[in-house]
């Protein structure tokens, strides 16, 4: 696309421009003689060099803890949404929860899955995706217990209780002192 306006400015301050003088007697900026240096060996120096691959690093550490800390954004938007969807059993309520079990769970056992391309240091990345992975699994188990869908009481458990047989049995109710007759 051709630019509407063809106007060109040239922003290199020469000597017979207005306001040389002066901005030349002004102190130079930090690193002014540095970058001057540098531009006058060509920038081919060794510090440059390590420091592109110093970029080149924070940027693939800065890439591993974008991916780590994405599960903490599903987290809140699974408990807005399952907070919306209330106690009651529905279809949306299920599909929430079971979303909110299901994903966290595959999530860790595929755990080196997303890191697997980048080439740095990634455990504490994986670290934090892990726990942020068993928070968002354990915020859809309470919201299951809430919905009564997890054994939680002793009521749920009542199939299993034993029942003894009572031997003998009286219909005279015991005293206060423990003693049946006087």
């Known amino acids: 696309m ?30 002014h003689e540095a970058i001057m240096l540098a531009a006058r060996s060509g920038g081919t120096s060794v510090t440059a060099s390590t420091q592109v691959s110093e ?32 106690k009651q059993l529905n279809i949306f309520s299920i599909s929430t929860t079971s979303s909110a079990i299901i994903t966290p769970i595959t999530s860790l056992i595929q755990l080196d899955k997303p890191f697997a391309s980048i080439d740095t240091d990634t455990q504490l990345p994986k670290l934090i995706y892990a726990l942020l992975n068993i928070t968002w699994l354990l915020v859809g188990l309470y919201k299951m217990s809430s919905m009564r869908l997890l054994p939680t009481t002793s009521a749920d458990w009542a199939d299993r209780v034993v029942w003894k047989e009572m031997m003998e049995s009286t219909s005279i109710p015991p005293t206060n002192d423990g003693y049946m007759f006087m």
């Open 2 to 31: 051709p630019r509407k306006f063809k106007i060109q400015m040239e922003l290199t301050l020469k000597e017979s421009h207005e306001g040389f003088h002066t901005l030349s007697k002004l102190p130079k900026t930090v690193g």
């Open 55 to 86: 970029a080149i690093k924070a940027k693939k550490r800065a890439k591993a803890m974008s991916i780590a800390t994405k599960p903490g954004q599903q987290v809140m938007m699974n408990a807005f949404m399952m907070y919306m969807s209330g």
